[in-house]
């Protein structure tokens, strides 16, 4: 069984985000990780290698420095991996992006693919359906759990209030959940070989079956116009009733006064 991991290299959000005076962000400013989602989705497709023997290979998309999230990626036991990086595919919108990714897959031989939920960074959530779409796979997204059973993948997909039970037929398209697990560490071993394994990159004429217009920021559909700060709120007011009612009292009342209640 063959599964392949789209994992992308993300700032990380959590430290707070900051931006270029031109409303671009600051990539530099922020330390890069390897999107949650998508490790989860490595993590998933490991336990299919432990499990089943699979054989697991990443793939990204971005810059040379992306090797990195694929470093990692080896180094917590994938078998190989793959960076398409090519300056013609820089400013890819989801089409874009998905277009790219699909015309690297096509290259591939692959059973499953599984990609984040969405990344934290663009928080779309589109990329993985639309590379289902253009490779006529099957989609299955917000796994919480993955099971192989025969030529079949069965699958929680979690709702707000409750999960379903999927099966679909193998090849198909799998989109992962931060919540599916607990992502294994890179072991030391894992490290020293990562370091030296080979990398496959490709670039533009290896993408099969795609053309320039779907590609990088002229491919585009949509452009960033305006990229800004949330508004801030506004500091709060502290109130000292003389007792719980009074407290009640008051809450109740600045509700009313804003028509929540
Ligand atoms: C330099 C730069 C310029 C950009 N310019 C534009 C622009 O002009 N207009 C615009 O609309 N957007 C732009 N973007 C944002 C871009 O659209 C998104 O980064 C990209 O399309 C993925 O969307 P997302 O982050 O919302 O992914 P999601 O759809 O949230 O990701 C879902 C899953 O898809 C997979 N995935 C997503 N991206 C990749 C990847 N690169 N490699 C491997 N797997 C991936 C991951 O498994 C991920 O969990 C730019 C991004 C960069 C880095």
Known sequence: MKVVVCIKQVPDTKGGVSFNPDGTLNRAAMLAIMNPDDKAGLEAALRLKDQYGA??????MGLPK????LREALAMGADKAVLVTDRVLGGADTWATSTTIAGA???????????????IDGDTAQVGPQIAEHLGLPVISYAQDIKIDG????????YDDRYHVLEAKMPCLITAL???????YMTPGG??????????????ADLKDV?????????????????????RKGAGEKVVP??????VAYIIGKLDEKHVI
């Open 55 to 60: 054989e697991v290979t990443v793939l990204t």
């Open 66 to 69: 992306a090797t990195d999230v």
């Open 105 to 119: 897959l096509r290259n591939l031989e692959y059973d499953l693919v599984i990609t984040g939920r969405q990344a």
């Open 151 to 158: 030529d079949k993948v069965i699958v929680e997909r979690l």
């Open 178 to 184: 931060a919540e599916l697990n607990e992502p294994r």
């Open 191 to 204: 490290i020293f070989d990562a370091f030296q394994a080979e990398i496959t990159t490709w670039g533009r």
């Open 211 to 231: 053309e320039d217009g779907n590609l990088g920021l002229n491919g585009s559909p949509t452009k960033i116009a305006k990229a800004s700060d949330k508004v």
């Open 242 to 247: 003389d007792s719980p009612e009074d407290a």
